[in-house]
């Protein structure tokens, strides 16, 4: 199985600022790398897909990047309403597998 | 407009079978690439894929637990099954329905809202 770890597990941080979140996987992944934001309550909600395609509907100021191993979800400028979890998914292999999450907070 | 709905019993005893209903809307399963998955999330944990299947009827199974799981759709394209037997605890999760559009992946743009599940005796 493909093992996927985010870092950090918990980001505390002031509106306006950039904000970046890391996953990282086992083994090379080929950029099948999505981002997924979960809301408290809510089911969760695809910001963006194969490492740096934004998902229709979803604001400008999320972006993806990465190969190989290492991928990054960044927040140009943190809204209020970012507060939530962010999950990174893998699909390269047939067990899609997500990582443990990031628990993104406002400070 | 896409939307996707889980249904379940809510609450069930060790060692029974788990039935689950996703019922969508605003696409066909019969379109060719479309994709319906099975996704869990026990209460403050992480997600899970547990299942898919395709258009063409193709199923696809976490290995950890393909003996337990059986993934079915309907004829007319717009439900999707999920049956889980012999559940135990480990099993209380909410369970999420998703679609994927299969044109550029098996991303999951559209989820259902979730069902919890609880396995108590």
């Known amino acids: 199985d493909i093992q996927m770890t985010q870092s950090p597990s918990f980001l505390s941080a002031s509106v306006g600022e950039r904000v970046t979140l890391s996953c990282r996987a086992s083994?090379?992944?080929?950029?099948?790398l999505d981002w997924y934001q979960q809301k408290l309550g809510e089911a969760p909600k695809l910001l963006i897909y194969?490492?740096?395609n934004l998902h229709t509907g979803i604001p400008s100021r999320f972006s993806g990047s990465g190969s190989g191993t290492d991928y990054t979800l960044t927040i140009s400028s943190l809204q209020p309403e970012d507060v939530a979890t962010y999950f990174c998914?893998?699909?390269?292999?047939?067990?899609?597998?997500f990582g443990a999450g990031t628990k993104l907070e406002l400070k | 407009q896409v939307t996707l709905k889980e249904s379940g019993p809510g609450m069930l005893q060790p060692s029974k079978t788990l039935s689950l209903t996703c019922s969508f809307s605003?696409?066909?399963?019969?379109?060719?690439?479309?994709?319906v998955s099975w996704i869990r999330q026990p209460s403050g944990k992480s997600l899970e894929w547990l299942a898919a299947?395709?258009?063409?009827?193709?199923?696809y199974y976490n290995p950890s637990l393909k003996s337990r799981l059986t993934v079915s759709k309907d004829t007319s394209n717009t439900q999707v099954f999920l049956k889980i037997t012999s559940v135990d605890i480990a099993d209380t999760a909410t369970y999420y329905c998703?679609?994927?559009?299969?044109?550029?992946?098996?991303?999951?743009?559209?989820w259902g809202p979730g069902t919890m599940v609880t396995v108590s005796s």
């Open positions: 998703a679609r994927s559009p299969g044109s550029s992946g098996w991303y999951f743009d559209f």
């Open positions: 998914l893998q699909r390269n292999s047939w067990l899609y597998t």
């Open positions: 605003g696409f066909s399963l019969s379109t060719s690439g479309m994709v």
């Open positions: 299947i395709d258009w063409d009827g193709d199923k």
């Open positions: 083994q090379n992944i080929n950029k099948y």
């Open positions: 194969n490492t740096n």
